[in-house]
T-cell receptor, first 112, second 115 residues
Framework: DAKTTQPPSMDCAEGRAANLPCNHSTISGNEYVYWYRQIHSQGPQYIIHGLKNNETNEMASLIITEDRKSSTLILPHATLRDTAVYYCIVRWAGAGSYQLTFGKGTKLSVIP | DTGVSQDPRHKITKRGQNVTFRCDPISEHNRLYWYRQTLGQGPEFLTYFQNEAQLEKSRLLSDRFSAERPKGSFSTLEIQRTEQGDSAMYLC?????????????FGPGTRLTVL
């Protein structure tokens, strides 16, 4: 799986949009971008994933650049409960290994 | 709640003892995964089942570790002769095979402390 690079930490004011970047410059055509988050002492929570197109669900939006070398997770109106470690993961979509390879993620702190 | 459940949530044991953790996946999910997470690190893959077959094991899964999923439903992870280095959060995830991709949903984890 391609490696991802994320900033170690970010701050965001409550009520503002949180934009979390991720670089995955070696991503291949058959690899998806997944985002998970982990609130302190809980299991990781799935947020969203995409291949080429931008995606939106009730939690967030995922913007993938046209060359697919980077992506941004957007939380439109951050709340204190969004304080967590956010993991960007690139995952092979073909048959074979289905494991998720987590990095250290970005620690997002939402500030009142 | 129909999410992934894990039992126990916390386990404290003495070095050298055996421990067993249980994971109940989301109903009808045919894939089940075990991960381990140490302090300050992201989760690391240990092993994966499709139905009852264990299809992949990480090199992290030493011979003291064994996982089973006897009927393709719940799974157990046993650690024999625990060591202090085994202290970690053990996470279980499940997914439903769906074409070329699936989404893994994680349980709350079992936190193991080896004294």
């Amino acid at each position: 799986d391609a490696k991802t690079t994320q900033p170690p930490s970010m701050d965001c004011a409550e009520g503002r949009a949180a934009n979390l970047p991720c670089n995955h410059s070696t991503i291949s055509g058959n690899e998806y971008v997944y985002w998970y988050r982990q609130i302190h002492s809980q299991g990781p929570q799935y947020i969203i994933h995409g291949l080429k197109n931008n995606e939106t669900n009730e939690m967030a939006s995922l913007i993938i650049t046209e060359d697919r070398k980077s992506s941004t997770l957007i939380l439109p109106h951050a709340t204190l409960r969004d304080t967590a470690v956010y993991y960007c993961i690139v995952r092979w979509a073909g048959a074979g290994s289905y494991q998720l390879t987590f990095g250290k993620g970005t620690k997002l702190s939402v500030i009142p | 709640d129909t999410g992934v459940s894990q039992d126990p949530r916390h386990k404290i044991t003495k070095r050298g003892q055996n421990v067993t953790f249980r994971c109940d996946p989301i109903s009808e999910h045919n894939r089940l995964y075990w991960y381990r997470q140490t302090l300050g690190q992201g989760p690391e893959f240990l092993t994966y089942f499709q139905n009852e077959a264990q299809l992949e094991k990480s090199r992290l899964l030493s011979d003291r570790f064994s996982a089973e999923r006897p009927k393709g439903s719940f799974s157990t992870l046993e650690i024999q002769r625990t060591e202090q280095g085994d202290s970690a959060m053990y996470l279980c995830a499940s997914s439903l095979e769906r074409g070329s991709t699936d989404t893994q949903y994680f349980g709350p984890g079992t936190r193991l402390t080896v004294l």
